[in-house]
Structures are given as C-alpha cells and as structure tokens.
C-alpha cells in the first residue's frame, strides 16, 4: 500500500484492475489420475530450478507450483486438480537447454510421465492491472 502510494505521487500513476480473457493453462490429472514421483530425499529441502521442482520437506503448496509453472510456461497456470500440498519431484529438460542422450523430457511431457498430471491450453478470465497514466517524475 505505501509504494502505491509512492508511485502515485512521484509518477502519478493511475491504475485500476482488470480481468481480461487470454490463454492460460489448466493443470489437470490425467485419466489414470495423479501418480506424483516421490521425492527421492524425503529430508531434501523444497526448491526450484529451471529444469527441477523439488516438493519434498515442506511441501510445495499448490499455488507456489503453479507460480513455478506460469514462470516456466510465459502464460497463467490455474489449478483444476483438488490437490492441496502434494510431495513430488519433478525433472524435465529447459526450454534452452542442449538435448543430450540421458536428458530428461520437456516439461509437459515430464508433467504427464512423473506427476500424472497435464498442462491443458486454455483460454480464462485473467485479473491483470491496467495503467490509466504514468508521467515522468519530477527532479528531486
């Protein structure tokens, strides 16, 4: 609230929220259900890194994963699977990565294999901030 402030003031900046309609991703199970990989380090810590989300001890809340998939995937990601705070790991090749023999699968591909779930292109209702005006701030 006080940066918004902030911002107002010094760069008179107006903005109001928005939904708008775009493609996002549903994450769902599969027909066979969710098979999550279990973690092969129960006491790992949870982390993220492109190419690895590890949601051992604690586990990843739902939607912190679906902040990591929206990163990984450049569009919203929604949940639609009921799951709460699932344990998982999960590996899959970056997207700018080198493809080697032993490399994991892409990730929506690594979605499907390890965590029986999938990733559903979709369109939704997105809440988004739109910016009425913005000026230039005034010299101090």
Known sequence: MVLRGLL???FKLRAH??????????????????R?????????SSRY????????DPPVPM????QFL???TGRPVFDKTGLAAPTFELRWL????EPATD????????IQEQLGLKLEPQRGSVETLIVDALEPPSPN
């Open 8 to 10: 107002a003031e010094r």
């Open 17 to 34: 929220p928005e939904s708008r309609e775009m493609p996002i991703y549903a994450l769902v199970t599969t027909t066979n259900g969710p």
């Open 36 to 44: 999550l990989t279990p973690c092969s380090d129960p006491k790992a």
């Open 49 to 56: 890194a492109p190419g690895r989300i590890l949601g051992c």
């Open 63 to 66: 939607p912190r994963l679906l």
């Open 70 to 72: 929206s990163s990984e």
């Open 94 to 97: 970056p997207a700018n990565a």
């Open 103 to 110: 490399s994991p699968p892409g990730l929506f591909t690594a």
